[in-house]
């Protein structure tokens, strides 16, 4: 079992920056791909990023790479999303997951275990 805990939302101006947390809890917790998604009022989740285990490959939705970075500490059960040069667009509440049994998956109906999101807010 994994719980986990998004923290770092807020409001931002555009071209700014946060840095999501999320704190997870749980023994397995380094051997799960773990991914951050998003969800706009009156859009579907998306996939924004997503990192194997190791931390060694790294994915993310092309409507944010090259401004965010998905990081991992297995010794302190963290991962991260820096999030840079933010955009108007990228207001959402961001959701941390876990899955299990996957080298990578965007597929939000394979992940075993989700957070209950922070709001980020991108002001023009």
């Known amino acids: 079992q994994v719980q986990l805990v998004e923290s770092g939302g807020g409001l931002v101006q555009a071209g700014g920056s946060l840095r999501l947390s999320c704190a997870a809890s749980g023994r397995t917790f380094s051997s799960y791909f773990m991914g951050w998604f998003r969800q706009a009022p009156g859009k579907e989740r998306e996939f924004v990023a997503g990192i194997s285990w190791s931390g060694g490959s790294t994915y993310y939705a092309d409507s944010v790479k090259g401004r965010f970075t998905i990081s991992r500490d297995n010794a302190k059960n963290f991962v991260y999303l820096q999030m840079n040069s933010l955009k108007p667009e990228d207001t959402a509440v961001y959701y941390c997951?876990?899955?299990?049994?996957?080298?990578?998956?965007?597929?939000?109906?394979?992940?075993?275990?989700w957070g209950q999101g922070t709001q980020v807010t991108v002001s023009s």
């Open positions: 997951a876990g899955c299990s049994g996957v080298v990578y998956t965007r597929r939000i109906d394979e992940y075993d275990y």
